[in-house]
Protein backbone atom coordinates (compact mmCIF):
# COMPACT_ATOMS: atom_id res chain seq x y z
CA UNK A 1 0.00 0.00 0.00
CA UNK A 2 1.18 3.36 -0.74
CA UNK A 3 2.27 5.45 2.38
CA UNK A 4 0.18 8.75 0.91
CA UNK A 5 -2.87 6.81 1.00
CA UNK A 6 -2.39 5.65 4.87
CA UNK A 7 -2.04 9.28 5.51
CA UNK A 8 -5.08 9.94 3.84
CA UNK A 9 -7.14 7.47 6.08
CA UNK A 10 -6.14 8.75 9.60
CA UNK A 11 -7.46 12.04 10.51
CA UNK A 12 -7.43 13.95 13.98
CA UNK A 13 -10.22 15.01 16.11
CA UNK A 14 -13.02 16.97 14.86
CA UNK A 15 -14.21 20.46 15.25
CA UNK A 16 -17.10 19.38 17.44
CA UNK A 17 -15.52 16.70 19.47
CA UNK A 18 -12.72 19.01 20.79
CA UNK A 19 -15.25 21.62 21.13
CA UNK A 20 -17.22 18.97 23.71
CA UNK A 21 -14.09 18.22 25.40
CA UNK A 22 -13.52 21.34 26.30
CA UNK A 23 -16.78 22.38 27.68
CA UNK A 24 -16.97 19.43 29.60
CA UNK A 25 -13.45 19.78 31.26
CA UNK A 26 -14.97 23.73 32.02
CA UNK A 27 -18.03 22.95 33.35
CA UNK A 28 -16.27 20.24 35.78
CA UNK A 29 -13.83 22.50 36.68
CA UNK A 30 -16.61 25.37 37.13
CA UNK A 31 -17.91 23.22 39.73
CA UNK A 32 -14.96 22.02 41.74
CA UNK A 33 -13.73 25.76 41.72
CA UNK A 34 -17.05 26.67 43.52
CA UNK A 35 -17.33 23.79 45.63
CA UNK A 36 -14.11 23.50 46.74
CA UNK A 37 -14.36 27.18 49.50
CA UNK A 38 -17.40 25.39 51.30
CA UNK A 39 -15.48 22.38 51.75
CA UNK A 40 -12.14 24.20 52.73
CA UNK A 41 -14.25 25.94 55.13
CA UNK A 42 -15.71 22.99 56.60
CA UNK A 43 -12.36 21.22 56.98
CA UNK A 44 -11.11 24.45 59.23
CA UNK A 45 -14.55 24.59 61.22
CA UNK A 46 -14.41 20.78 61.75
CA UNK A 47 -10.37 20.61 62.91
CA UNK A 48 -11.24 23.69 65.40
CA UNK A 49 -13.77 21.46 66.94
CA UNK A 50 -12.05 18.35 67.01
CA UNK A 51 -9.07 20.41 68.49
CA UNK A 52 -11.16 21.43 71.77
CA UNK A 53 -12.82 18.60 71.86
CA UNK A 54 -9.43 16.69 73.08
CA UNK A 55 -8.18 19.64 74.78
CA UNK A 56 -8.57 18.72 78.21
CA UNK A 57 -7.87 22.37 79.71
CA UNK A 58 -10.58 23.66 77.58
CA UNK A 59 -12.77 20.79 78.22
CA UNK A 60 -12.82 21.74 81.91
CA UNK A 61 -14.00 25.35 81.52
CA UNK A 62 -18.01 26.59 81.28
CA UNK A 63 -20.19 25.59 77.92
CA UNK A 64 -20.19 30.11 77.30
CA UNK A 65 -16.27 29.70 78.13
CA UNK A 66 -15.84 27.12 75.58
CA UNK A 67 -18.22 28.50 72.88
CA UNK A 68 -16.51 32.20 73.30
CA UNK A 69 -13.26 30.47 72.80
CA UNK A 70 -14.60 28.47 69.61
CA UNK A 71 -16.46 31.89 68.14
CA UNK A 72 -12.47 33.05 68.35
CA UNK A 73 -10.71 30.47 67.00
CA UNK A 74 -13.03 30.91 63.66
CA UNK A 75 -12.48 34.40 63.48
CA UNK A 76 -8.80 34.18 63.92
CA UNK A 77 -9.01 31.34 61.07
CA UNK A 78 -11.17 33.53 58.87
CA UNK A 79 -14.27 31.25 58.82
CA UNK A 80 -18.27 31.25 59.99
CA UNK A 81 -20.77 29.15 60.79
CA UNK A 82 -23.99 29.93 59.22
CA UNK A 83 -25.89 30.62 62.53
CA UNK A 84 -25.34 29.72 65.98
CA UNK A 85 -27.09 26.56 66.22
CA UNK A 86 -24.58 24.66 63.80
CA UNK A 87 -22.89 23.80 66.92
CA UNK A 88 -24.79 22.41 69.81
CA UNK A 89 -22.54 21.82 72.66
CA UNK A 90 -24.59 19.73 75.23
CA UNK A 91 -23.00 18.40 78.75
CA UNK A 92 -24.12 14.69 79.70
CA UNK A 93 -22.85 13.50 83.31
CA UNK A 94 -19.56 14.99 82.58
CA UNK A 95 -19.54 13.48 78.60
CA UNK A 96 -19.52 17.16 76.28
CA UNK A 97 -21.05 16.69 72.95
CA UNK A 98 -19.83 18.98 70.17
CA UNK A 99 -22.36 18.35 67.46
CA UNK A 100 -21.94 20.00 63.87
CA UNK A 101 -24.59 20.24 61.43
CA UNK A 102 -24.95 22.65 58.78
CA UNK A 103 -25.65 23.45 55.15
CA UNK A 104 -24.47 25.87 52.89
CA UNK A 105 -25.75 26.94 49.50
CA UNK A 106 -23.75 27.53 46.99
CA UNK A 107 -24.73 29.80 43.51
CA UNK A 108 -24.12 27.67 40.19
CA UNK A 109 -25.39 28.90 37.48
CA UNK A 110 -28.31 31.35 36.55
CA UNK A 111 -30.63 29.80 38.91
CA UNK A 112 -29.10 26.78 40.17
CA UNK A 113 -27.98 26.30 43.53
CA UNK A 114 -25.93 23.27 45.12
CA UNK A 115 -26.75 22.65 48.85
CA UNK A 116 -23.78 20.90 50.67
CA UNK A 117 -24.34 19.19 54.08
CA UNK A 118 -22.24 18.25 56.90
CA UNK A 119 -22.85 16.79 59.95
CA UNK A 120 -20.29 15.67 62.67
CA UNK A 121 -20.34 14.93 66.32
CA UNK A 122 -17.16 14.91 68.76
CA UNK A 123 -17.58 13.76 72.13
CA UNK A 124 -14.97 15.02 74.93
CA UNK A 125 -14.93 13.91 78.72
CA UNK A 126 -14.32 16.52 81.30
CA UNK A 127 -11.13 16.07 83.44
Known sequence: MDKQMIYARQTGASFFATLFVVLSVGFFM???FKLFTPYWDHKTISSV?????????????????????????????????????????????GILTFHL?????????????????????????RP
Open 101 to 125: QYEVRVPMFFNVDAVVKFEETYEGR
Open 49 to 93: VKATSEDREELARPLAQIRTNINRKFQINQVALPDRDALKITDQA
Open 30 to 32: TVA
